[in-house]
């Protein structure tokens, strides 16, 4: 079976010079280096251009071209190096519409904490933009260091609160559940991505893209030990410094019987794969799993080139 896997590519010196070229020469230099960058990547990386074509060929309407697949990559270059400048300076270098906060609001008004679940489309970092408009509601999200420690370190630099407010997915299932359900007694956010298996991890296969592909259960087991709200997020890139953070309503508590988990399960997963469907036929470009995710051909590794400009951590389940 094929899983996700990453190499923190370029070590601590090349992410150390991205971020230093970044913030010191600002975001329209970065981006200008992008471009060769991702030519590169692409030119050099046969495997990552075969799953992002295998994907398109899926969700776009017409024959697939090589500048389609460049453009995939390039997308998720941009969005990563996003990643420091939301970091290190908040929403202030972009805009960021927001849909369906008024859902989310009233799930935070119960009190009771909200488990946002979204996946690897577009910046999950996009939801710093609504913590800086909601200092009075924490936001903790579980991501798994040491997938990248280099990167950890740079960015815990650049935002130490940020960085305090993680929850390590490498602490096991019984920590993690345990941190999560101190955050949600404070009535604070929880986020975690929810597309992405890893080895050994019990999955799910489930019709999305017209044929079925396997789907972590880990998310839903914690969403159902913590019985809080869930919220369905997605921070969608749409190019230049625009990107739309959506929320949507997804279940007000995740309800487990004992008699019929596999069966609730199963009908939960599905529909959460449905929801990132939809917003993957609404932004094909914005769907980041580059890897055999239908496991049909051999193993790929997420593209090199994403992973130089700053080494994406992993959230865990996804």
Not at 56 to 64: A, G, K
Not at 126 to 151: I, S
Not at 206 to 213: D, I, N, Q, S, Y
Request: proline residues 5%; aromatic residues 10%; glycine residues 10%.
């Amino acid at each position: 079976m094929s899983h996700w896997k990453q190499r923190e590519g370029g070590g601590r010196f090349a992410i150390w010079l991205i971020r230093t070229i970044a913030l010191r020469l600002g975001r329209g230099v970065a981006r200008l280096l992008l471009y060769p960058i991702a030519l590169y990547f692409f030119l050099r990386r046969a495997d990552e251009r075969a799953a992002s074509r295998a994907y398109l060929s899926r969700v776009l309407d017409r024959p697939v071209t090589a500048y389609d697949v460049f453009h995939h990559i390039h997308m998720f270059a941009a969005t990563l190096l996003d990643r420091l400048f939301f970091l290190a300076r908040g929403e202030r270098d972009f805009e960021v519409e927001v849909e369906g906060l008024a859902e989310l609001d009233r799930q935070l008004l119960a009190g009771r904490g909200v488990l946002l679940i979204g996946s690897h489309q577009g910046s999950f970092e996009a939801l710093r933009a609504l913590g800086g408009r909601r200092p009075d509601v924490p936001l903790r999200v579980v991501l798994d260091k040491q997938k990248t420690p280099a990167l950890t370190a740079v960015l815990e630099a650049l935002a130490p609160d940020v960085g305090a407010a993680v929850i390590d997915a490498a602490l096991g299932g019984a920590s993690i559940a345990l941190a999560m359900a101190e955050a949600a007694e404070q009535g604070g956010m929880l986020a975690l991505l929810a597309d992405r298996g890893h080895r050994g991890e019990s999955t799910r296969m489930v019709p999305f893209l017209g044929k079925p592909a396997p789907f972590p259960m880990g998310p839903w087991q914690l969403a159902a030990v913590l019985k809080v709200p869930v919220v369905v997020c997605m921070g969608i890139y749409l190019g230049g410094n625009r990107y739309r953070l959506i929320f949507e309503a997804f279940s007000d508590g995740i309800d487990v019987p004992r008699t019929e988990r596999a069966a609730v399960l199963d009908a939960v997963v599905a529909r959460y794969a449905q929801r990132v469907e939809h917003y993957a036929r609404a932004y094909p470009f914005n769907w980041f799993n580059f890897y055999d995710f239908w496991q049909e051909m051999e193993s790929v590794e997420e593209p090199a080139a994403a992973v130089a400009l700053s080494g994406h951590s992993d959230a865990h389940g996804g």
